[in-house]
């Protein structure tokens, strides 16, 4: 019986060390929370791997979803690292921050998210980490897209939003759109929320002060509590504008801001690129290219208001 175990205990250790492993890319992809405006990046960015030759039979994905829980999140880094990925994928924000934070040398390809010196990822000179990449936004467009509330609320004096003070980008947009509706001219209540369990009531709060029109900031509460923010607003004939276009599908009633699918999918490139010649030599974080203004044809209706051609009608 001993030489029968023996027999089978080589055997078996035989097969697992002649048996082929895979080749295959590990890309190990993270979401902060599921939403329909960040799912679109990722789709983007599967997308461009797939156009460029790296589809589900030539790459392993490695997904986790953290549920907007930061410890969930870091777990979740903690098993993609353990499994040694070709790359790590980062949607939005802070599963940008936290990756660079886990890891020094496993490529980080980042989408949804700020330049990193406005992420606080430079370091005293001013540099990005060596291993991140992906595509970035700036805050300038948050002017921009502010403004369309004055350009077709004319008459408009009042802007209210939330933002959660624990988001470094929401914290960084809401000192960008105090100044610019100081220069405008217009008066803006905000009113901090925490998580979304709290964004009903804050909004309530918030329509009591009998603002003209919502800002909706690029902020993962607002991301996740958007159809609530929108049937308050809707109760109180109060038209919703923001800085996302994928929000504007979502009920808000127009925006100028960078197309999510589009963001994702130069994102993807980038990793493709990388796929492909295994170095990543002539990459660094880039500006997102591809800005639109999109309405909502639906909500413009019942707000009685007017888009020109310079605008996209989404649904």
């Known amino acids: 019986k001993f030489m029968k175990y023996l027999f089978y205990s080589f055997l078996l250790v035989f097969i697992s060390c002649t048996s082929p492993k895979s080749n295959k890319p590990v890309i190990g992809f993270i979401d902060q929370l599921q939403d329909e405006t960040l799912e679109k990046a ?39 690292i353990s499994k040694n990925p070709t790359l790590i994928a980062t949607n939005p924000t802070l ?34 980490p060596a291993n991140l990449f992906g595509t970035y936004e700036t805050l300038d467009y948050l002017d ?5 509330i004055k ?38 209540i905000k009113m ?34 958007m159809e609530i923010i929108v049937k308050s607003c809707d109760d109180k004939n109060v038209p919703v504008f923001t800085s996302e276009e994928g929000l504007v599908s979502r009920g808000a009633v127009a925006a100028f801001g960078a197309d999510m699918y ?4 130069q994102s993807g490139t980038q990793a493709a690129s990388f796929l ?13 290219t591809v800005r639109r203004r999109v309405y909502n044809q639906m909500k413009a209706e019942q707000f009685g208001l007017a888009f020109d051609s310079t605008f996209t009608s989404v649904k």
């Open 151 to 188: 350009n077709v609320l004319p008459n408009a004096k009042k802007v209210g939003t939330i933002y959660n003070q624990s988001e470094p980008q929401s914290v960084d947009a809401l000192a960008r759109i105090e100044k610019t509706c100081s220069d405008a001219g217009l008066v803006l």
């Open 276 to 288: 492909k010649s295994k170095s990543t030599s002539g990459l660094a974080p880039e500006i997102v």
């Open 144 to 148: 921009t897209a502010l403004l369309l």
């Open 42 to 80: 990722k789709t983007g960015f599967f997308d461009a791997l797939k156009q460029n030759g790296f589809d589900s039979s030539s790459i392993e994905v490695i997904y986790r979803n953290a549920q907007n829980d930061q410890p969930t999140m870091l777990q979740s880094l903690d098993y993609i």
């Open 262 to 265: 589009q963001w994702g999918f």
């Open 95 to 128: 599963p940008t921050i936290s990756a660079v934070q886990k890891t020094k040398t496993i490529p980080i390809f980042m989408m949804v998210s700020p330049r990193p010196d406005l992420a606080k990822l430079t370091d005293a000179a001013g540099k990005s």
């Open 192 to 225: 901090p929320v925490n998580n979304s369990s709290e964004t009903q009531l804050v909004v309530a709060s918030l329509l009591s002060e009998n603002i003209d029109a919502f800002f909706a900031l690029p902020d993962n509460t607002v991301f996740s509590s």
